[in-house]
């Protein structure tokens, strides 16, 4: 099994809202990722946790501000996003990082658009 | 960081055999991935090299060459469903998270 499951699959938010996306697996792994990815580009990395610690923020603005609650979930809450924050977000997860240990498997992704 | 090049766009025809290159620029490269994507869905993986030498797995095959910072992923018998973007995933500078590259958008027609 090699299932990341994202929710909500679509999210349609105004400027001023608060909203979260939510990420589980259930495979063990202790890294999990979040990536934007707008279309028809890769995607970009945002955030990595690590063994449920933060380890990389690639520059993201505040209005981005994830979570791990344990090591099966993670989250990104949205605040004040501005519309060209529009685009598919999607987390991963991999066992560890660490050669072969590093295969991230992703989650269908949610598909964001901000008014 | 990395310098990652592949061709945008592919065609090919059902039924027969693609290769897609892709070129990197790497310090302390640590492992390239392949990845497939259809539009508006998540990257699938595909194949991951570390060792230079061709992986196959079914249809799919995958090289790389260290020493000349090169890989190609190979699709033999070519169906309409393989129809996607792949993109190639760099791990380097030490780092054991993939830099991705644009994508190669792949149409495979009858």
Redesign the interface.
């Known amino acids: 099994d090699?299932e990341v499951t994202q929710t909500p699959k679509h999210l349609v938010m105004g400027m001023t809202n608060k909203k979260s996306l939510k990420c589980e697996q259930h495979m063990g792994h202790r890294a999990m990722?979040w990536y934007k990815q707008k279309a028809?580009?890769?995607?970009e990395?945002m955030f990595?946790y690590s063994y449920e610690k933060l380890s990389?923020n690639e520059s993201v603005p505040s209005r981005f501000s994830p979570e791990c609650p344990n090591s099966s979930l993670l989250n990104l809450h949205l605040h004040a996003l501005q519309p060209e924050d529009s685009a598919?977000y999607?987390c991963a997860s991999s066992q560890t990082?660490?050669?072969?240990e590093?295969?991230?498997?992703?989650?269908?992704?949610t598909?964001l658009s901000v008014l | 960081g990395q310098n990652i090049d592949q061709p945008t766009e592919m065609t090919a025809t059902e039924g027969a055999i693609v290769q897609i290159n892709c070129t990197y620029q790497t310090s302390g490269f640590?492992?390239l991935?392949w990845y497939q994507q259809h539009a508006?869905?998540?990257?699938?993986?595909l194949s991951?090299n570390?060792l230079d030498g061709l992986e196959e797995k079914g249809r799919f095959s995958s090289f790389l060459s260290r020493s000349k910072g090169y890989s190609y992923l190979l699709l033999k018998e070519l169906q309409m469903k393989d129809s996607a973007s792949y993109?190639c995933a760099v791990?380097g500078g030490g780092s054991?998270?993939?830099t991705?590259?644009?994508?190669t958008?792949l149409i495979v027609h009858p």
Do not use: D, H, W
């Open positions: 090699t990722y028809k580009k890769p995607p990395l990595v990389i598919l999607l990082q660490r050669g072969g590093s295969i991230q498997y992703f989650g269908a992704g598909r | 640590n492992g991935f508006g869905e998540a990257p699938t993986f991951y570390v993109l791990m054991y998270i993939p991705f590259g644009r994508g958008s």
